[in-house]
C-alpha cells in the first residue's frame, strides 16, 4: 500500500481520470440533447396502413424509452462524478495529514 500512496504518478492519473470522465459527460449530455429532437419520428399521415402505423407507434416508444433512460443515466452521472471527486479530494487530504 506504501507503494501506491507515494506514486505522485498514479495520483496524477487518477486526477487525470476524474477530469476525463467529467469533460466526457459534458460532452455526452450535450451531444444527446441536440440531437435528441431530432430522433423523434414524424406521423405517417393520410392512408398509410396498419402496417405503418405499428412501425411509427414502434419507433415512437423507442425514442421515449431511449429518451426516459438518458435522463435516468444523467441524473445519476453527476453524482458518480461527484463522489469520484470527493475520494481524490480525500486521498490528497489524508496524504497531507499523515
Known amino acids: 500500500m506504501q507503494q501506491f500512496r507515494r506514486n505522485n504518478i498514479a495520483q496524477m492519473g487518477m486526477v487525470g481520470s476524474a477530469v476525463g470522465l467529467l469533460i466526457t459527460l459534458i460532452i ?13 419520428p ?7 396502413g396498419s402496417y405503418k402505423n405499428s412501425i ?26 461527484v463522489v469520484i471527486v470527493a475520494v481524490v479530494v480525500i486521498s490528497y487530504v489524508s496524504k497531507i495529514g499523515g
Not at 28 to 37: H, P, R
Not at 72 to 79: G, K, L, N, R, V
Open 28 to 40: 455526452a449530455v450535450l451531444i444527446f440533447y441536440n440531437i435528441s429532437a431530432s430522433t423523434v
Open 42 to 48: 414524424t406521423s405517417p399521415g393520410g392512408d398509410a
Open 56 to 81: 411509427y407507434n414502434a419507433t415512437l416508444n423507442a425514442s421515449a424509452d431511449i429518451s426516459s433512460q438518458a435522463a435516468t443515466f444523467f441524473t445519476i452521472a453527476p453524482i458518480v462524478a
